[in-house]
C-alpha cells in the first residue's frame, strides 16, 4: 500500500495568483515523478460543476442568499472531497487545491457576515476529516486584485465580483487573521511580488527547495 499523499491548498483573493503558482508546483513536483491532483472550487466534479455555474453565471443564482450560497460551496466540497481529493490522496498523490474550506470560512463567515460557528459546522461537515497538510495563502491588496481580473470575461463581472471593495477588505483581514491564528498549516506570502520570486518561496517553504 503506498503512503498517503499530501494535500496543499491555495488560498487568496481572486487574481492572486494561485492557478499560476499551483502550475508550477505540479510542474516541479511532476519533475520529480510525483503523480499531482489539481482541483478548484466550486467546481472539480460533474455535479460541482453545475453549481459553479448557479454561484457565478447562471440568472437563478442571483437572488441566493447568504445561507444558501454557504450550502452550495459546501455541497460542492463535499462531492469532491469523497469522489477526488482522498481517493488520490488514499493512492499517493499529491493534491493542490484551487480554494478549499478556509474560502468559505473568509468568504461567508467574515465576507458575509454568517459567523465563525455556523461555518465551521458546514465545513466540518463538509470535509469529513480530509484537512489540508500545508495552505499557502497569497496576500494582495484590494486594488492590485481588480487590477489582475480586470477585462477578464469579456469584462463581464461574476456574481461575487460585483462585491463592493468593504467586502474584499474584509476577506483579506479574515484571511490574514485565520492564518495568524494557524501558523503551523499556512504559509503567507506577499503576491505582489513577481511569480518567480512567489515561486521561489513556496518551493522553499513547502518542498524545502533552495535557490
Ligand atoms: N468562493 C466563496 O465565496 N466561497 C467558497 O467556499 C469558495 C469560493 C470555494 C471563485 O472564483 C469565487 O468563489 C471567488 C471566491 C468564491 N470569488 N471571488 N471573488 P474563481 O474560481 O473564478 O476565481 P478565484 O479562485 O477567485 O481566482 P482566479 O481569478 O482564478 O485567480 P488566481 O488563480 O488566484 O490567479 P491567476 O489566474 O494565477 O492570476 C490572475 C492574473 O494575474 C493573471 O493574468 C496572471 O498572469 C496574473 N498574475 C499572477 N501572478 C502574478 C504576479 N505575481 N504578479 C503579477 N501578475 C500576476
Redo the contacts with the bound molecule.
Keep these: 500500500m503506498s503512503a498517503r499523499g499530501r494535500f496543499i491548498t491555495f488560498e487568496?483573493s481572486?487574481?492572486?495568483?494561485?492557478?499560476?503558482q499551483i502550475a508550477r508546483l505540479k510542474a516541479r513536483l511532476e519533475g520529480e515523478g510525483r503523480e499531482v491532483l489539481l482541483t478548484?472550487?466550486?467546481g472539480g466534479t460533474a455535479a460541482g460543476e453545475k453549481v459553479r455555474d448557479l454561484l457565478?453565471h447562471a440568472p437563478e443564482g442571483e437572488g441566493l442568499t447568504a445561507e444558501a450560497e454557504l450550502l452550495l460551496?459546501a455541497a460542492s466540497r463535499a462531492q469532491l472531497v469523497r469522489e477526488v481529493i482522498e481517493p488520490a490522496l488514499a493512492r499517493g498523490a499529491w493534491v493542490l487545491a484551487?480554494?478549499f474550506l478556509d474560502?468559505?470560512t473568509v468568504?461567508?463567515g467574515v465576507g458575509r457576515g454568517l459567523g465563525a460557528e455556523a461555518v465551521a459546522t458546514v465545513n466540518a461537515l463538509a470535509v469529513g476529516g480530509c484537512l489540508p497538510d500545508r495552505t499557502v495563502l497569497l496576500d494582495i491588496d484590494v486594488a492590485e486584485s481588480r487590477r489582475?481580473?480586470a477585462g477578464r470575461d469579456g469584462g463581464v463581472a461574476?456574481r461575487?465580483?460585483r462585491e463592493p471593495d468593504a467586502f474584499f477588505e474584509r476577506v483579506r483581514r479574515g484571511y490574514l487573521e485565520l492564518a495568524a491564528g494557524e501558523p503551523g498549516r499556512f504559509l503567507v506570502i506577499d503576491?505582489s511580488?513577481?511569480?518567480d520570486v512567489?515561486e521561489a518561496q513556496i518551493a522553499s517553504k513547502v518542498l524545502g527547495v533552495e535557490g
Excluded at 481572486?14 to 499560476?20: A, D, F, L, M, Y
Aim: glycine share 10%.
Design positions: 487568496g481572486e487574481g492572486c495568483g494561485k492557478s499560476t478548484r472550487e466550486p457565478q460551496f484551487d480554494r474560502s468559505t468568504y461567508q489582475r481580473i461574476d461575487m465580483e503576491a511580488a513577481t511569480p512567489v
